[in-house]
């Protein structure tokens, strides 16, 4: 158990439709980082906050949107989802991404289905 | 943040050494070599990092060679759990420089 918690586990949903990913980091880490791993796409990097601050965006759609909270859980918001956007999610996080090693612990994951 | 290349898949015999080996010969001399893995759906797991020295926890050992061009994760005695995707993961530790996750090596432990 990583520490990471995140919520739901799994989601169902239709096509157009839009949903919210929650991530509750462990205690005392500051950054939460959002990943996306799909079949054919791999792990890949979404978006970073730290301390409620946006710090580092990837491969992030426009339809995607985040933010973090001043309890530092964050959500992820994806809407007009299609079928593409079916997933693995992860949240992870860290105390402080300039510190050594800037050890991630990863969460769970929730698996979004779009139908 | 350099690239990495990793063998596609490996195999090892439960209870021997496995050796996952990562050519990052792009490597800046401010970037830390980590190693993370994930086993079937789960979250990734931290397994290791180093900068210059080789490195030993409870979980593995990392080689990194002189030139940092090249390096090894050691796994000592690989049980079934042990199967899982391995990821080498080069980075330096800035706010906007993130985990680059690569396709990984798929370490498959055989009884």
């Known amino acids: 158990d990583s520490g990471v918690t995140q919520t739901p586990k799994h989601l169902i949903t239709a096509t157009g439709q839009r949903v919210t990913l929650r991530c509750s980091p462990r205690?005392?880490?500051?950054?939460v980082y959002w990943y996306q791993q799909s079949l054919d796409q791999g792990l890949q990097f979404l978006i970073q906050y730290y301390n409620g601050e946006e710090r580092a965006k990837g491969n992030i759609l426009e339809r995607f949107s985040a933010q973090q909270f001043p309890d530092l859980h964050s959500e992820l918001n994806l809407s007009s989802l299609e079928l593409g956007d079916s997933a693995l999610y992860f949240c992870?996080?860290?105390?402080?991404?300039?510190?050594?090693?800037?050890?991630?612990?990863f969460g769970p994951g929730t698996r979004l289905t779009v139908l | 943040d350099a690239k990495t290349t990793q063998p596609t898949s490996m195999d090892c015999a439960e209870g021997r050494a496995a050796n996952l080996p990562c050519n990052h010969s792009?490597?800046?001399?401010?970037?830390?070599v980590y190693w993370y893995r994930q086993i079937h759906s789960q979250g990734p797991q931290y397994i290791i990092h180093?900068?210059?020295n080789n490195e030993t926890n409870e979980m593995a050992s990392l080689i990194i060679t002189e030139d940092r061009k090249s390096s090894t994760l050691i796994l000592p005695h690989a049980t079934l759990r042990d199967t899982a995707v391995y990821y080498c993961i080069v980075r330096v530790p800035h706010y906007g420089q993130n985990f680059v996750f690569g396709p990984g090596t798929r370490l498959s432990v055989l009884p």
């Open positions: 992870a996080s860290s105390v402080d991404p300039t510190m050594v090693p800037n050890e991630q612990f």
């Open positions: 180093g900068l210059k």
């Open positions: 205690s005392g880490d500051l950054s």
């Open positions: 792009t490597i800046s001399g401010n970037e830390y």
